[in-house]
């Protein structure tokens, strides 16, 4: 993922019983922020994926020049359990040019 960009982050879920599920909270975690977004279970596909869009300032804000940025979905059923998956990293990078256009 670079800095300063609006990339739109696929996030996909395995093995989940979509029509128990109230909500996903997607968390992205770097260095200096943390971004939330809540997910309706009626955003995820029929393969168990939606999509997560950033902003250029949240992106700016995540860190610097090769840090590191962890992705984690939190699932909440209906009945009120909650479950995490596993997180995933992937590398912040930067752009050349270090403002919001």
Known sequence: MYRYTTPTIPCSLQDVAFEQVE????????????????????????????SVELTQEETAGLGTDNDTVQIQARIKYKDGTVQATNKVRCALLDVLDKVVI
């Open 23 to 50: 909500l996903v909270r997607i968390a992205i975690s770097g260095k200096n922020s943390l971004i939330v977004r809540e997910i309706p279970a009626t955003d995820f596909d029929n393969t168990g994926t939606a």
